[in-house]
Nanobody, 123 residues
Framework: VQLQAFGGGLVQAGASLRLTCEAS????????MAWFRQAPGKEREFVAA????????TYGEFVRDRFAISRDNHGATLTLQMNNLKPEDTGVYYC?????????????????WGQGTQVTVSS
């Protein structure tokens, strides 16, 4: 699966952003999908994942109901709606796909990655 993420930008604290990831159609529907992020000098961090049928989701603990992940299997897109953004949400956000069943939370379980989109939240 080839992935392309976009929708990042520079916003103020408290604002919202919607990230989108477009996938090539080969196998997207059968793959779990996720968002990860990486801040400068830090390890890549799990943000959210959704299973292949779009019925189950899981989130990183820091999300606390601010983000929502969804997918459109017909259109082969993955989205991440981010609300009430905080400066600590700053980083490069990556979408990823996995052939592992369910909705894995560890980066090594994902085998395809998008190029990343920068999110910067100013205080």
């Amino acid at each position: 699966v080839q992935l392309q993420a976009f929708g990042g930008g520079l916003v103020q604290a408290g604002a919202s952003l919607r990230l989108t990831c477009e996938a090539s159609d080969d196998g997207f529907r059968g793959h779990a999908m996720a968002w990860f992020r990486q801040a400068p000098g830090k390890e890549r961090e799990f943000v959210a994942a959704v299973d292949s049928s779009a019925t189950k989701t899981t989130y990183g603990e820091f999300v606390r109901d601010r983000f929502a992940i969804s997918r459109d299997n017909h259109g082969a897109t993955l989205t991440l709606q981010m609300n009430n953004l905080k400066p600590e949400d700053t980083g490069v956000y990556y979408c990823a796909s996995s052939r592992v069943a369910g909705f894995p939370r560890r980066s090594h379980e994902y085998d395809s990655w998008g190029q990343g989109t920068q999110v910067t939240v100013s205080s």
